[in-house]
């Protein structure tokens, strides 16, 4: 969308973490009518000291992009209600600054035609995705323990991010009915993926007919415990060794044990953080949760 001298955002895919918001990225930048930019996450809104930096600054992301196109980001931080200062990891506290509004009203207030994309999950499943996401990305050890994780990392809002209700409320709050939309990952994107394409094309005015490739195919598909492990501390000979000869149902059987086990008391404490919000939510949203059971099983 062209506005003045700048190319402006059509969409922004707000979140959830760990639901599917790559899928629907890479859904997207297949589509002809699209062209999206090459990072896929800015974070511009969500972190004070961007965002002080300017529109304009915000703007340059999209400034090779064709008006003709339809362009747009996806920054799961979005989901979040407040902007946040610098993000450290040994930060104990969530650092708030309180002087700017909040995250919906902030986007709304700068880009007030923008189509906002929201995609949900059973929170238990994607807090414990992304406990292992942040093993992944080297943020933590893989055997820190999940309950350790959510009390010596905070500012990873491991938990937070599930509360779905109250921030699509927000969202609601500044957002026009024509211009958002709420997916379900269990439901949508796993057993109904070319309709909701279908659905998305057509809200992000794109042919809706256009049929992707691989678009029942996940993008990020999970790491053996293996590799977990050994990706932490670099073992980048062992791995090989291991690929090499095609042993990884055998070192995935000893990681598995050697890797700390989510306990269910964790589990069960999450379930009572979230489930009191899903009748509310279930209205919110009007559709049923009912793909959602609010647990977890440590597989191998």
Same mark, same amino acid.
């Given at each position: 969308m ?7 955002p059509?969409?922004i895919?707000v979140?959830?973490q760990?639901?599917g @918001?790559?899928?629907l ?10 062209e999206? +930019?090459?990072? =896929?996450?800015h ?17 340059k992301? &999209? ?12 920054s799961?931080?979005y989901?979040? *209600? ?6 450290h990891?040994? !930060?104990?506290n ?7 509004p909040?995250?919906p009203?902030?986007?709304t207030k700068n880009? +007030? *035609? ?15 995705s992304?406990y292992?996401?942040?093993? =992944?990305?080297k ?5 820190? =323990? ?5 009390e010596? &990392? +905070?500012?990873r809002?491991i ?7 109250? &921030?699509? !409320?927000l969202?609601r ?9 709420? &997916? ?10 070319k309709?909701m ?5 057509s ?9 992707p ?8 598909e999970?790491?053996k ?9 670099n073992?980048r000979?062992?791995?090989?060794i ?8 055998i @070192?995935d059987?000893i990681?598995?044990?050697?890797l700390?086990?989510? *306990? !269910?008391d ?24 009912d793909?959602w ?8």
């Amino acid at each position: 969308m062209r506005n003045n001298s700048f190319i402006y955002p059509d969409f922004i895919i707000v979140g959830a973490q760990k639901s599917g @918001t790559t899928w629907l990225w890479e859904m997207i930048n297949q589509h002809p009518g699209s062209e999206l +930019p090459p990072k =896929k996450e800015h974070h511009f809104f969500s972190k004070s000291y961007k965002y002080r930096m300017g529109l304009e600054e915000y703007l340059k992301i &999209y400034e090779n992009i064709s008006p003709s196109k339809i362009t747009g980001e996806a920054s799961t931080s979005y989901l979040y *209600d407040r902007v946040r200062k610098n993000v450290h990891m040994e !930060q104990k506290n969530v650092e708030i600054d309180y002087n700017l509004p909040t995250i919906p009203k902030l986007i709304t207030k700068n880009l +007030p *035609d923008i189509k906002i994309i929201i995609i949900l999950r059973d929170p238990v499943k994607r807090a414990v995705s992304a406990y292992y996401h942040f093993i =992944k990305a080297k943020n933590y050890s893989p055997m820190v =323990k999940f309950k350790e994780a959510l009390e010596k &990392y +905070p500012n990873r809002l491991i938990v937070e991010f599930g509360q779905y209700y109250k &921030y699509i !409320q927000l969202w609601r709050r500044y957002t026009k009915e024509s211009n958002i939309r709420i &997916y379900i990952l269990e439901e949508d994107i796993k057993c109904n993926p070319k309709e909701m394409l279908m659905d998305t094309y057509s809200f992000l005015n794109l042919e809706h007919n256009f049929q992707p490739q691989k678009y029942n195919h996940t993008i990020h598909e999970r790491m053996k415990w293996t590799y977990l492990l050994l990706n932490y501390y670099n073992l980048r000979i062992l791995t090989k060794i291991i690929k090499r000869f095609k042993i990884e149902n055998i @070192t995935d059987k000893i990681a598995f044990k050697l890797l700390p086990k989510i *306990d !269910q008391d964790d589990i069960r404490a999450l379930r009572d953080i979230y489930i009191d919000d899903k009748e509310k939510l279930e209205d919110l949203i009007g559709r049923p949760l009912d793909c959602w059971d609010y647990s977890y099983k440590h597989v191998l």
